[in-house]
């Protein structure tokens, strides 16, 4: 009986011993960091992992952090829910990280937001993708996201190319609709103007219809975010050589280019510096980064560097022994952080929602291919 | 709202070109084959990665017709050699099955929708005429001729030729027709490997009107069983005028508000009211004819 009772009082001891060191993946070993990123599955983002490992590969070359190498633990969800919300709890739990950096999933925010919140444990997404990466209190992607992303493109539309008749054919994510009704009113709050037609039921099928209605209506600008391919073969067609099409970031890939007709007026939205002119400024270091490490050149892989390089710089800046706890406030309390490959500086902050960045530069289709435009970043009510 | 029935009378042709070769696999191999449009996509893919490769467009389209066939004749191998004894809804999960890998394995292989998403010819994408303010593109005649060739091609092959007797026999009495000396599993071979090169011809044709990306081309099945469902897996002219049908039917989904966000729908409800509309009639535990 005294035996057992013994070994109850160790095994005890054991645990709590674990759990007052948990999250902290120890103050002289490794700093652990996670991330979520989708490598299978329909939102592939397999450069993101690679770009933030080769930056943290550079910082442990240099001696890392206070001495201590940087690992960094990545996972898979494959867009699948339950692997999203596995992954997420095994990242904090068992491997312990002090932070998730450059997650690039379409799920986890939304699925995940309430662990981070929880276990007070911050995200730096590389890709925010659903509302839920820019309205939670411990997420704070390095991206401007969707939503903002629309409000800068609508306001491309009207201020710079000067057009009256915006209209918006759009497919929408469940769960988005929200965001984008947000997106439109910032820009009607800035511009006092409204959609000509707003569409949000593009599918996949002939686009056809839909082009047709837009030209009764006189549509001069069209914002649209769904496959490129049919949809500009037939604006081509239908003779729609007058209208600019304004896409969002996600259409923004060679492949893309390639496929629309050279008498078709295309632009897309970015994110970050366009990735397909490296000379940009920022854009240096990320493709010295990605070109010495043979990644794939993809907007995606820009936001990893970035999130890979704020994080360092935040972590550079703590006192102390490095834990879970002093990274959550150090990002809480950081001041910001001018990234040049960004419209607005980038900062955590205290509050409850987190969209530090803002803007977008836009590019033009010319000869299948994409042209940097002389504006510099649009950010909304600024320019 | 005439303009946008007129705009989806455009992808009518396409639709119907789908349904058809759905209807044309049920009536000579007695199989309704769910993996047809992943297949046809499979032959498409190969030949635009050829192209893309710097191959010239014509050995291209050669190599991806043969592609289509073989995986349709590979498709229709196993179902003759291992599943020939079994009945339609045995066969028809087969197919399903296949579906199912094709789409893992394409998407892999080819990429999704916008990494890959390929430029796909346009040999037909000049304006034809213009009704209303719709421009119509030659590919829309270039397919409705197609479906019509089809349709009639088919007709009087099956009606009026010794093969398209041997053919008849072979889909509605397959043991029979090998008693009486018809060569049926070398015929239904024959009949897979055409299938194949017919659906990749015809995958070629609606992948610049309904998408360059596999997972789009690979699920035009259910609008091709939607259109087939019209003709009942019978009638090659009614499968030609439901394809046109549910185009009018979708383009008409588009323009009208309330139901726009619902127009991928439209397949569904087509199959669900005709299930209905064709069993009204029947008793209750009577079999079921084909």
């Known amino acids: 009986m005294k035996r057992s009772l013994t070994s109850i009082v160790a095994v005890a001891a054991l645990a709590l011993a674990t759990s007052a060191c948990g999250g902290d993946s120890g103050t002289d070993g490794p700093i652990k960091v996670g991330a979520i990123n989708g490598i299978t599955g329909l939102f592939q983002t397999p450069e993101v992992p690679k770009a933030v490992q080769a930056v943290f590969d550079e910082v442990n070359k240099a001696g890392g952090i206070n001495g201590r190498k940087l690992e960094f633990i990545t996972k898979d969800d494959a867009m699948n829910p339950q692997r999203s919300t596995e992954a997420a709890i095994d990242l904090i739990e068992s491997e312990e990280v002090v932070a998730l950096v450059g997650s690039s999933s379409a799920v986890d925010c939304g699925l995940n937001r309430a662990t981070y919140s929880n276990n007070k444990i911050v995200s730096i997404p590389a890709v925010g993708v659903d509302a839920t990466c820019f309205t939670s209190p411990n997420i704070a992607p390095v991206n401007p996201g969707p939503f903002k992303l629309i409000t800068a493109m609508l306001y491309y539309a009207s201020e710079t190319l000067k057009r009256d008749k915006v209209c918006m054919y759009y497919t929408v994510l469940p769960g988005s609709g929200g965001g984008i009704e947000n997106a439109i009113k910032e820009w009607t709050d800035i511009t006092g103007k409204s959609l000509t037609v707003k569409d949000l039921s593009v599918g996949q099928g002939d686009p056809t219809p839909y082009l047709v209605k837009a030209k009764a209506a006189g549509c001069q600008a069209i914002l649209y975010n769904a496959q490129v391919g049919p949809w500009f073969a037939q604006a081509a067609t239908q003779g729609m050589t007058d209208v600019d099409f304004i896409m969002g970031a996600n259409s923004y890939t060679d492949a893309n280019a390639a496929l629309i007709p050279a008498k078709i007026n295309a632009y897309a939205g970015t994110e970050w510096q366009p990735y397909t002119d490296a000379t940009l400024p920022g854009n240096e270091r990320w493709s010295k980064v990605v070109d010495a490490n043979k990644i794939q050149r993809t907007a995606f892989s820009q936001g990893a560097v970035m999130a890979a390089d704020v994080f360092v710089e935040v972590l550079k800046g703590i006192k102390g022994d490095i834990t879970r706890e002093s990274v959550t406030n150090a990002f809480k309390n950081m001041k910001p952080i001018q990234y040049p490959m960004v419209g607005t500086p980038y900062v955590f902050g205290p509050g409850n929602a987190h969209n530090p960045i803002e803007g977008s530069r836009f590019v033009k289709v010319l000869n299948g291919k994409w042209q940097v435009l002389p504006e510099g970043f649009i950010v909304p009510g600024k320019n | ?290």
Not at chain 2, 128 to 133: I, L
């Open chain 2, 1 to 290: 709202m005439l303009n946008s029935i007129i705009a989806g009378l455009t992808s009518g042709g396409v639709y119907a070109l789908l349904g058809l070769c759905v209807v044309l696999t049920y009536r000579l191999v007695a199989v309704v084959n769910f993996a047809m449009a992943a297949t046809g996509a499979v032959g498409a893919f190969t030949m635009v990665s050829l192209t893309e490769a710097g191959l010239n467009v014509w050995p291209a389209l050669i190599l991806g017709v043969a592609a289509g066939a073989a995986l349709s004749g590979l498709l229709g191998a196993v179902l003759v050699r291992w599943f020939s004894g079994h009945d339609e809804r045995t066969k028809a999960a087969v197919t399903v099955a296949i579906y199912v890998a094709l789409m893992a394995a394409g998407l892999r292989i080819f990429g999704n929708n916008t990494s890959g998403a390929r430029a796909f010819p346009r040999p037909f994408d000049s304006p034809a005429f213009t009704v209303g303010d719709v421009v119509v593109p030659q590919a829309v005649l270039v397919s409705l001729a197609f479906a019509v060739l089809i349709t009639v091609g088919v007709t009087l092959l099956l009606s009026r030729t010794g093969v398209g007797l041997r053919l008849q026999a072979l889909s509605e009495r397959p043991e029979t027709a090998q008693v009486v000396g018809i060569p049926a599993p070398r015929l239904a071979m024959a009949v897979w490997v055409a299938i194949g090169a017919l659906t990749t011809l015809v995958i070629l044709i609606v992948a610049p009107r309904l998408g360059g990306d596999f997972s789009t081309l690979g699920g035009l099945i259910a609008t091709a069983l939607a259109v087939a469902m019209v003709g009942a897996f019978r009638s090659l002219p009614l499968t030609l005028l439901g394809g046109i049908l549910l185009g009018c039917l979708e383009g008409f989904a588009a323009f009208w508000e309330p139901v726009q966000q619902y127009r991928g729908v439209v397949p569904f409800l087509v199959i669900l009211v005709l299930l209905w509309w064709r069993s009204r009639h029947e008793v209750w535990d009577t079999a079921h004819s084909r």
